[in-house]
């Protein structure tokens, strides 16, 4: 875009609207021109103009009436976030013993308010559910293999 746009003059700033979860263009942009009347020229010019499969709406807005965020992060490149990555990386991590406990303190209050609702309404039915699977603390005392227990 800057090539094109530099045609008509020195381009001192531009910021192309990305959004943040594709990267992909808004298909919206602000150029700001060294020379006021060259943005105007530009306005009137390419106002209406099809450029890439795209109709393009200039307008010429004095400084006055920008804002003065508009060009705020113009001159940085826009750096792409891997979203699904990121989401893949935080959905297969390994859960710690106090998570996976969590989770199944939770799944376990789920299926017995289910089985509560379900016998409020007078169904009598029974299916085995998770707390049939589920991993049940051990009863017994562990000791480490290291220690060796002396008998008196």
Known sequence: M????????????????RSKKTANSKGYAFILYENEEVAKIVANTMNDYILCGRLLKCQYIPMSRVH??????????????????????????????EEQQKSVKRLLKKEKDRRRKIAALGIDYEFPGYAAVAPKPSKKTEFPDDEEMEVA
Do not use: C, H, M
């Open 2 to 17: 800057r090539q094109f746009f530099e045609q008509f003059g020195d381009i001192l700033k531009l910021r192309i609207s």
């Open 68 to 97: 003065k965020d508009t060009f705020k992060g113009a001159s940085r490149p826009f750096k792409k976030i891997d979203w699904q990555g990121r989401a893949k990386a935080e959905r297969n991590k390994v859960k710690t013993s």
